[in-house]
């Protein structure tokens, strides 16, 4: 339960900083030096958001950027979309929903 971390609006960088590159965003560093560091450090580690955040291409973007550093490969990293939804309590709540069907295995 306390090694798994859930992203309800799914951004990994700060949205309000709109570089894209995860190694100018101190608190992804650790992800960017040691591509393993989600996998040794959580059991779950999940991210969500509506299809119609308007937001979405920043989550996009965190997406592409982990994969490419290889966070996808790890069996516990979870990425989800709720289609038809915004930034609004309907996906969060479905965002949670997700998540604790799997933190409660």
């Given amino acids: 339960l306390f090694g798994s971390l859930g992203l309800f609006s ?3 960088r700060t ?3 709109p570089e894209p590159d995860f ?4 608190h992804l560093v650790p992800i960017v030096e040691n591509p393993g560091y989600i996998a040794e450090n959580y059991d779950i580690f999940f991210r969500s958001i509506g299809s119609h955040d308007g937001l979405k291409a920043v989550y996009d973007g ?3 950027q ?3 550093l290889g966070c996808g490969k790890f069996e516990g990293y979870h990425t989800r979309i709720y289609e038809g939804l915004t ?3 309907g996906a ?3 965002g949670f929903r997700d998540f604790a069907q799997l933190i409660f295995k």
């Fill in 15 to 17: 949205w309000m900083n």
């Fill in 62 to 64: 965190d997406t592409a």
């Fill in 23 to 26: 190694a100018k965003h101190a």
């Fill in 92 to 94: 969060f709540r479905r």
């Fill in 66 to 68: 982990a994969e490419a």
């Fill in 10 to 12: 799914g951004f990994m």
């Fill in 87 to 89: 930034h609004d309590w």
